[in-house]
């Protein structure tokens, strides 16, 4: 398992409109979210050990971010093809599991993957009110390889910030996991950051 970090997008950016379907085939558009307080964007999938390590408590945090208004929906942009474990039949899977109370979207095509700049999963992604970015990095600095207990601290404060209208000036630190499972040639070159 070779560990790979965020590309870190500048904070302030606009959040990349999207148009996904989820495990089920319902079309979910962020342009439907755009008054939300917060807009939380996570890229996972189900197999990655780094994802699986955070699953229950991320499920339990991101349940009470919706219940205080926020808008949070994950992503799994891996190449189903070549990681059948990822595709929507095992998405469907995974959700009743673990108890997502989130929308779990397939991003195909890789497009929105990479105007997210997403490089890992899990990689999260905070967008406030304005959609604009005020944190993307770790859930907290729990790994599968460390004994540090799963809270997700580093994302949970920045959605607290952004959800009582605070400036979030706590850390940014980059997450760490499994790279994302490009298809054969359309890897992205995120050089120029």
Not at 76 to 98: F, I, L, Q, T
Request: hydrophobic share 35%.
């Amino acid at each position: 398992m070779v560990a790979v970090e965020s590309t870190m997008l500048p904070l302030g950016t606009k959040a990349p409109p999207f148009e996904l379907a989820d495990h089920s085939g319902a079309v979910w558009r962020s342009s439907d979210h755009e008054n939300a307080p917060a807009l939380v964007v996570m890229f996972i999938c189900n197999h990655c050990p780094y994802v699986k390590h955070i699953a229950d408590v991320l499920a339990t945090v991101t349940s009470q971010f919706i219940r205080r208004g926020a808008t949070v929906v994950a992503i799994n942009s891996n190449d189903a093809h070549e990681y059948p474990d990822d595709g929507p039949g095992k998405m469907a899977e995974e959700v009743r599991a673990r108890g997502y109370e989130f929308p779990y979207l397939r991003d195909e095509s890789q497009v929105v993957a990479k105007a997210y700049r997403a490089a890992c999963t899990p990689d999260f992604f905070v967008f406030d009110g304005d959609q604009r970015l005020v944190y993307r990095g770790q859930f907290c600095d729990a790994r599968p390889a460390n004994d540090v207990k799963v809270t997700g601290r580093d994302l949970t404060a920045a959605v607290d910030a952004v959800l009582s209208g605070q400036e979030y000036s706590g850390p940014q630190k980059p997450s760490i996991g499994c790279n994302i499972k490009w298809k054969p040639g359309n890897e992205p070159d995120y050089q120029d950051l």
